[in-house]
């Protein structure tokens, strides 16, 4: 198992940009795929992007790509998400997540962190 916590959100325009930060205790973070998801309120959770262990392959929701960037340092047990060129819509609580494989099914992540709250204004 890992524990996972966010950090990095907050209010920013529109257009604007924020890193997010993801850190994990336990000593077997390297062997996991990470994922970034998201729920705004009153919808539900949505997936925006996931890397293997490697940080070789990685997988975007349509609606992030070419603006979010996933990326992982396994030394430091951190996988981060670059956020660009926001918008409103992206508004949501964003949580990390681990899994045995890479993927882009919530499902198959079995350790979550809190989550950490973005606000775009437009």
């Known amino acids: 198992q890992v524990q996972l916590v966010e950090s990095g959100g907050g209010l920013v325009q529109a257009g604007g940009s924020l890193r997010l930060s993801c850190a994990a205790s336990?000593?077997?973070?390297?062997?996991?795929?990470m994922g970034w998801f998201r729920q705004a309120p009153g919808k539900e959770r949505e997936f925006v992007a996931s890397?293997?262990?490697?940080?070789?392959?990685?997988y975007y929701a349509d609606s992030v790509k070419g603006r979010f960037t996933v990326s992982r340092d396994n030394a430091k047990k951190k996988v981060d998400l670059e956020m660009n060129g926001l918008k409103p819509e992206d508004t949501a609580v964003y949580h990390c997540?681990?899994?045995?494989?890479?993927?882009?099914?919530?499902?198959?992540?079995?350790?979550w962190g809190p989550g950490t709250q973005v606000t775009v204004s437009s």
């Open positions: 997540a681990a899994s045995p494989r890479v993927s882009v099914i919530d499902a198959d992540f079995h350790s």
């Open positions: 336990g000593r077997t973070f390297s062997s996991y795929a």
């Open positions: 890397i293997n262990w490697s940080g070789g392959i990685t």
